[in-house]
């Protein structure tokens, strides 16, 4: 599993409130990223992290915003959470030959 | 143009037949092309890539063929077990630019029928 954890593993809220999501990973990987997964959509880049304080946008990224103040860390928070955030979300790392490891997801369910 | 086209969505396979995925890309800039197996309530954990400079890699039961004119790629499962029965993703990503950021097929459910 690459050594990355993802907390929480299940999260149920209301709309408008505020959520973080944790991406933890335990072997110092430069590049991380933030995906969300929606029935017939794949996966979808939301941001990604090149290093510390360093972020880019994904092709998603409206109402979300990230932040990575350590190499092991890897944050991502919705603002002001809607019904239409409501998907799984995958932290991922770049390893040594450029492939991608996923964690185990969090559920966000969005009411 | 960034786009990957997999198909088909879902796949029944009978156990020991062989299964193919399908994909396809515009973007020739694409020059990484991984394939990944998820169960439910997991993440995607990798199982095969290829780059361009090859058109066919086996490993195991798995194989991809890569057709760079055609831009297309594929993936072969020979001796389709039920434990593969999972959802399938291609996927493509360049060098440099934006630092290998993936671009992901809609996935393929297969199910393997004993």
């Known amino acids: 599993d690459a050594g990355i954890t993802q907390s929480p593993r299940h999260k149920v809220t209301e709309t408008g409130t505020p959520v973080t999501l944790r991406c933890h990973q335990t072997e110092n990987h430069r590049y991380m990223y933030w995906y969300r997964q929606d029935p017939g959509h794949g996966l979808r880049l939301i941001h990604y992290?090149?290093?510390?304080?360093?972020?880019d946008k994904g092709e998603v990224s409206d109402g979300y915003s990230v932040s990575r103040s350590k190499t092991e860390d890897f944050l991502l928070t919705l603002e002001s959470a809607t019904s239409s955030q409501t998907s799984v979300y995958f932290c991922?790392?770049?390893?040594?030959?450029?492939?991608?490891?996923f964690g185990p997801g969090t559920r966000l369910t969005v009411l | 143009q960034q786009q990957v086209k997999q198909s088909p969505q879902s796949l029944i396979v009978q156990k020991g037949g062989i299964s193919i995925i399908n994909c396809a890309y515009e973007n020739t800039a694409f020059d990484y092309f991984p394939w990944y197996q998820q169960f439910p309530g997991k993440g995607p954990a990798l199982l095969i890539a290829?780059?361009?400079?090859?058109s066919e890699k086996k490993e195991g039961r798995f194989t991809i063929s890569f057709n760079k004119s055609a831009k297309q790629f594929s993936l072969h499962i020979m001796d389709s077990q039920p434990g593969d029965s999972a959802t399938y993703f291609c996927?493509?990503?360049?060098?440099?630019?934006?630092?290998?950021?993936?671009?992901f097929g809609k996935g393929t459910k297969l199910s393997v029928k004993p």
């Open positions: 290829i780059r361009p400079d090859v």
């Open positions: 991922a790392i770049m390893g040594l030959a450029n492939e991608q490891f």
């Open positions: 992290s090149y290093g510390v304080k360093d972020t």
């Open positions: 996927a493509a990503s360049m060098k440099g630019g934006s630092q290998g950021n993936l671009i």
